[in-house]
């Protein structure tokens, strides 16, 4: 008689197997990094090549029970300053999440993420915004969605509408308190499952692809202004100003203040949860502007729509001083730097496509300044 042999998984339980083990090291990497407690799962950890029905179900069941467990910010910064995860990985999780049911708001918000961060991986550094049309994400979305038919309905055009105000933003923070973004949130909320269809999975990958663009462009413009202003009250002989509207001391160094301008240049690279960082940042373009006597009205313009529009962007004083008391540690240890000094040289530059999304909500981690991981390169 011929001995019996191990059952083979049928071809859906072979590929679901398949997945939870290209899934499986992601997962417990994620689940290291940020302490998240979770049951092993045994026949992942063994890696077996042909289990049973009962044991490819306990890997489906450990992997709902981690996507419980993740949250968006977390995936999202993980994503971006880890090497663990090419473009065949982002793959496969976009393929699990758009697999699943039931569609929650949380799954929605990764997929969103995840199909943005595809694209701008695979996107050239020089993709000018007019060459990101629905056609160009579209064919950089082929592994993923395979053909897709580019006649958009037309509830989409919201979106041109939303990225038309944004563009129109003076500065960082009129686009946090204009309004802008929670257009933004209200068109991928009232989607529904048709946020689900083929063409709108691509129309709000350009979106958050140009979007990001935006914002980056304004935070740069924010930095280079604050700099700039630094510099102009070097010169007129000034040491210190009053900073405590950003959370800072009320006589805060000049020469501090630029160290914590070139701590954020790195920190907006490398991290992606940046609430309370991105609204110090407004607040203090603000403080230098009235150390120089002069108002910003691009600021005054932003606070009244977004009083209007009632934004949100949680100031969490706690977190906020625990954030500002590391930037002047970080300051204060780099002042025994030779180069502490000197004045800033060029402006400098963030290419778009190379810098994560932004996210305008604080996670519930400190921030670090002296953070120097860097996100992965485009291919």
């Known amino acids: 008689m011929t001995p019996s042999q191990p059952e083979s998984p049928t071809p859906d339980l072979a590929a679901a197997w398949s997945s939870a083990r290209r899934l499986h090291p992601i997962y417990a990497e994620l689940a290291r990094e940020f302490v998240i407690e979770a049951p092993a799962c045994a026949d992942l950890e063994a890696a077996a090549d042909a289990p049973g029905r009962e044991s490819v179900e306990q890997a489906q069941q450990w992997l709902n029970d981690m996507d419980e467990r993740i949250q968006v910010y977390q995936l999202r910064q993980f994503l971006q300053t880890s090497s663990l995860v090419d473009s065949d990985g982002l793959v496969a999780l976009l393929q699990h999440f758009l ?13 969103d993420f995840l199909m943005v961060q595809y694209f701008s991986q695979g996107a050239p550094t020089d993709l000018d915004d007019n060459s990101a049309d629905l056609a160009y994400v579209a064919q950089g979305l082929e592994p993923v969605l395979g053909k897709v ?76 202004n604050i700099l700039d202003g630094l510099t102009e009250l070097d010169e007129q002989g000034v040491e210190t100003i009053d900073c405590r509207r950003a959370q800072f001391s009320a006589q805060e160094p000049i020469i501090r203040l630029r160290l914590i301008c070139q701590s954020w240049k790195v920190m907006f690279q490398a991290e992606y949860s940046s609430g309370q960082p991105l609204r110090m940042l407004v607040d203090l373009r603000a403080s230098v502007e009235g150390a ?72 519930p981690q400190e921030w670090n300044p002296d953070a120097d991981s860097q996100p992965g390169r485009k291919k």
């Open 292 to 363: 120089l006597g002069r108002g910003s009205a691009a600021e005054d313009g932003g606070r009244a729509a977004g009083a209007a529009a009632a934004m949100a962007v949680p100031r969490a004083a706690a977190a906020a001083a625990g954030a500002s008391g590391s930037a002047s540690k970080a300051a204060e240890a780099r002042q025994t730097s030779p180069d502490a000094a000197a004045k800033p040289k060029a402006k400098f530059a963030v290419a778009p496509a190379d810098v994560p999304e932004f996210e305008i909500f604080a996670a």
């Open 99 to 111: 697999a699943k049911t039931p569609r929650t708001d949380s799954a929605r918000d990764k997929i």
């Open 149 to 224: 038919e580019l006649k958009a309905p037309v509830w989409l055009n919201a979106l041109d509408r939303v990225l038309d105000s944004a563009r129109r933003c003076r500065s960082l923070d009129e686009l946090l308190h204009g309004g802008v973004l929670e257009q933004g949130r209200k068109a991928k909320a009232q989607a529904g499952d048709l946020f689900y269809l083929p063409i709108a999975l691509v129309a709000f990958t350009r979106f958050g692809y140009l979007m990001r663009r935006v914002f980056f462009r304004l935070m740069l413009a924010d930095l280079n």
